[in-house]
């Protein structure tokens, strides 16, 4: 397929006569790059985007077992949005997903950046010491789960073993079954599932970094702990808001940890919004206020793309 | 006049073993989950509680019935993954290629839906997925668990892609205009090979997404017919069985494609997520 030579850039503001066979070249250009895009935004919008409309469709329902067995569910408009927002259940879950995300997310980047820091001095091995780093976060979250929970059992787990060899404590703690512990449980496997990829992208962000000015302040005597406050950490900062943001989504994104790990308990004491959608649809069967809840999820989701996209613009520019 | 002395001198060589030192105790640390994971794994099925951190009498029962019961499940899980690393490039590279040649009418608009497809939660989409699934005869199919773990694997590859094509040299691209190469010929004999380090990294990552998703798993397969491990392990969870060893091992081989991953495709693991995300 031949299409258009190069063309000169157009002034603008200018008109300029075309011959119409350029002007047809041009649109056959424009048909040609359209349909590069089009096999990905098809795909897109059927599997992604129809599933969310649906969705939407699905929380103005009162869909439910019964009326999946009688066919069409009721319509019955934003009642299921009320009824959830009037619940304590969704309130709950609500404030537990901040601690586990404010959690999780504290906690790795403090080790992911720390551990950036020490990956950015060279030495031998370095980057195969780093790729299997990542193992944690590339591994299936359920299997992270599965170990987890073999190794935080409450009366034979290793970790309690170790802490009694230590005689750090006396008594076993219930670290998935104590509704105060468990919450910590979940945030610990969490954060050990994020620090991998706060490292990978906190080190990338370091390595981009001219060292130039750094080098200059060591000239002028100044210390590893002033040339990390005033010279590298404004550079390293907007890495770090698109690695917190990022670290946000993907903890509201997977219930998978919690699922494996505590399955929501005990009685609800690390039921996030994820986890609270995954009920309420196949514990509960109550398929329209899953999908309302799942749309809080999408409403928070929305608004974090609006925040990644300008962290994102912001890191560019610099 | 002095020559200036160099700042940073190269650390002796005794010093730079050094940091290798501290990087194993480190991953050591970080990776102890994963050796209490293996060492689960190969104790005598007898044992039912949970054990001890040594490897003494390994015994290679767990792995026995794991893959007994769960061999199907694996190769599942196999197919799946490859399918949507495939799927993934296959639509993510023509869109990608598109996206670096400017003005593309919609551009902007389709990368933020990009951005924002990539932090839906799966849960908001499974069940109405389930819907069309069930109206369509996708259901416990591979091409319908293809179809949805390509959701994580397209947005995700789309932007690695973008940023490796918007690296090509422009004057490549617009040598090759003159010369009369259409769209097709320069995407296919330019672009392809070109980024073929980022195609890699977008497929070994479209991949372990696919492989790790339990969600879309759950939601869309309703008996054995296709039944990914990661399935069999959340079930083996629910019954709460008492069977260690095979538990652990069924979760030793589920994250054996990361493990194996991790060791050979090193410098598309270690870059992946920085080109993913920050461009």
């Known amino acids: 397929m031949r299409s258009a030579r190069l063309r000169a850039p157009d002034t603008e503001g200018r008109l300029r006569v075309q011959p119409a066979a350029a002007v047809r070249a041009r649109r056959r250009d424009t048909v040609v790059r359209a349909a590069f895009l089009t096999p990905a935004a098809v795909y897109l919008l059927l599997f992604l985007g129809r599933p969310l409309v649906d969705n939407i469709e699905a929380s103005l329902r009162e869909s439910t077992a019964t009326t999946l067995l009688r066919g069409r569910a009721p319509f019955t408009g934003p009642d299921n949005h009320v009824r959830l927002l009037a619940s304590d259940e969704f309130w709950?879950?609500?404030?537990?997903?901040?601690?586990?995300?404010?959690?999780?997310?504290?906690?790795?980047?403090?080790?992911?950046?720390?551990?950036?820091?020490?990956?950015?001095?060279?030495?031998?091995?370095?980057?195969?010491?780093?790729?299997?780093?990542?193992?944690?976060?590339?591994?299936?979250?359920?299997?992270?789960?599965?170990?987890?929970?073999?190794?935080?059992?409450?009366?034979?787990?290793?970790?309690n073993e170790a802490l009694r060899a230590l005689h750090l404590v006396t008594s076993d703690v219930p670290w998935l079954t104590g509704t105060q512990e468990a919450l910590w449980s979940v945030v610990l496997v969490n954060t050990w599932v994020g620090i991998p990829f706060n490292t990978a992208l906190l080190y990338t962000g370091l390595q981009a970094i001219p060292p130039q000015t750094d080098e200059a302040a060591q000239l002028d005597g100044a210390g590893p702990?002033?040339?990390?406050?005033?010279?590298?950490?404004?550079?390293?900062?907007?890495?770090?808001?698109?690695?917190?943001?990022?670290?946000?989504?993907?903890?509201?994104?997977?219930?998978?940890?919690?699922?494996?790990?505590?399955?929501?308990?005990?009685?609800?004491?690390?039921?996030?919004?994820?986890?609270?959608?995954?009920?309420?649809?196949?514990?509960?069967?109550?398929?329209?206020?899953?999908?309302?809840?799942?749309n809080v999820l999408v409403l928070v989701s929305l608004v974090l793309a609006l925040i990644h996209l300008s962290a994102l613009r912001r890191a560019r520019r610099l | 006049m002095a020559p200036v002395r160099p700042l940073k001198r190269r650390p002796r060589p005794a010093r730079r073993w050094a940091g290798t030192l501290v990087a194993i105790v480190l991953l050591a640390l970080m990776l102890s989950p994963v050796y209490g994971m293996v060492s689960a794994s190969v104790q005598p099925?007898?044992?039912?509680?949970?054990?001890?951190?040594?490897?003494?009498?390994?015994?290679?029962?767990?792995?026995?019935?794991?893959?007994?019961?769960?061999?199907?499940?694996?190769?599942?899980?196999?197919?799946?993954?490859?399918?949507?690393?495939?799927?993934?490039?296959?639509?993510?590279?023509?869109a990608a290629y598109a996206l670096t040649l400017s003005p593309v009418p919609g551009a902007g608009p389709f990368l933020f839906a990009v951005l924002f497809l990539q932090a839906v939660p799966g849960i908001s989409v499974a069940n109405a997925l389930h819907g069309f699934y069930a109206d369509t005869g996708l259901l416990d199919s591979y091409l319908g668990l293809i179809l949805a773990d390509s959701t994580a694997g397209v947005p995700f590859a789309i932007l690695v892609l973008r940023t490796a094509m918007g690296a090509v040299p422009r004057e490549l691209v617009e040598a090759a205009r003159l010369d009369?190469?259409?769209?097709?010929?320069?995407?296919?004999?330019?672009?392809?090979?070109?980024?073929?380090?980022?195609?890699?990294?977008?497929?070994?990552?479209?991949?372990?997404?696919?492989?790790?998703?339990?969600?879309?798993?759950?939601?869309?397969?309703?008996?054995?017919?296709?039944?990914?491990?990661?399935?069999?392990?959340?079930?083996?969870?629910?019954?709460?069985?008492?069977?260690?060893?095979?538990?652990?091992?069924?979760?030793?081989?589920?994250?054996?494609?990361?493990?194996?991953?991790?060791?050979?495709?090193?410098?598309?693991?270690?870059?992946?997520?920085?080109?993913?995300?920050?461009?």
């Not at chain 2, 026995?64 to 949507?84: I, N, P, R, Y």
């Open chain 2, 45 to 94: 099925a007898g044992r039912s509680q949970p054990g001890s951190w040594l490897l003494s009498d390994a015994d290679p029962g767990g792995y026995v019935t794991a893959l007994h019961d769960q061999g199907g499940a694996l190769v599942t899980s196999l197919v799946v993954s490859l399918g949507t690393a495939a799927l993934s490039l296959a639509l993510s590279a023509p």
């Open chain 1, 92 to 159: 709950r879950a609500a404030a537990i997903t901040g601690l586990y995300t404010a959690g999780s997310l504290v906690a790795q980047f403090t080790a992911g950046l720390a551990l950036a820091l020490f990956f950015h001095r060279r030495f031998p091995l370095g980057r195969l010491v780093r790729s299997l780093m990542l193992l944690p976060w590339l591994m299936p979250l359920v299997a992270t789960g599965t170990a987890w929970r073999w190794m935080l059992d409450a009366d034979d787990g290793v970790v």
């Open chain 2, 180 to 279: 009369g190469a259409g769209h097709r010929r320069v995407f296919l004999s330019l672009m392809l090979p070109l980024s073929m380090n980022a195609l890699v990294t977008a497929g070994v990552f479209a991949f372990l997404f696919a492989w790790g998703d339990t969600l879309f798993a759950l939601t869309l397969t309703t008996g054995d017919a296709v039944r990914p491990v990661t399935v069999s392990l959340f079930d083996y969870l629910g019954a709460h069985s008492t069977r260690w060893n095979a538990t652990m091992a069924t979760a030793v081989l589920a994250s054996l494609p990361a493990a194996v991953l991790v060791v050979v495709a090193q410098r598309h693991i270690t870059t992946g997520p920085a080109c993913g995300a920050t461009h």
């Open chain 1, 225 to 294: 702990v002033r040339r990390f406050r005033f010279i590298t950490w404004p550079q390293l900062r907007p890495t770090a808001a698109v690695v917190l943001v990022l670290g946000v989504i993907y903890t509201l994104r997977a219930p998978d940890v919690v699922l494996a790990l505590t399955g929501g308990g005990p009685a609800g004491a690390t039921q996030t919004l994820a986890v609270l959608a995954f009920e309420q649809a196949y514990t509960q069967y109550e398929f329209g206020r899953a999908a309302a809840t799942g």
